[in-house]
């Protein structure tokens, strides 16, 4: 993400000001989303670990796989 983030938007000939700047704005935008990435993994690790959950979870996840896949298959 970073990689294309930096080729779109900070221009080549951009100075180590602007690359840090880049660098910041990328990290203040990130540390939010794994933050809430992270609390969410943690909390979904205790409903987990009741085994009827953990079914349920992979069935649920298992459809969504399938559904997701609706649009690729609707074109031909």
Do not use: Q
């Not at 221009?11 to 990130?30: D, E, H, T």
């Not at 409903?47 to 649920?60: Q, W």
């Amino acid at each position: 993400m970073a990689i294309s983030g930096y080729s779109t938007y900070v221009p080549a000939s951009s100075g180590l000001l602007v690359v840090a700047g880049a660098a910041l704005l990328f990290a203040l935008i990130n540390l939010p989303c794994v933050s809430v990435w992270a609390l969410f993994g943690a909390s979904l690790r205790n409903l987990l670990r009741v085994r009827r959950n953990l079914i349920a979870f992979n069935y649920g996840m298992a459809a969504l796989l399938v559904i997701s896949l609706y649009p690729l298959f609707r074109a031909f």
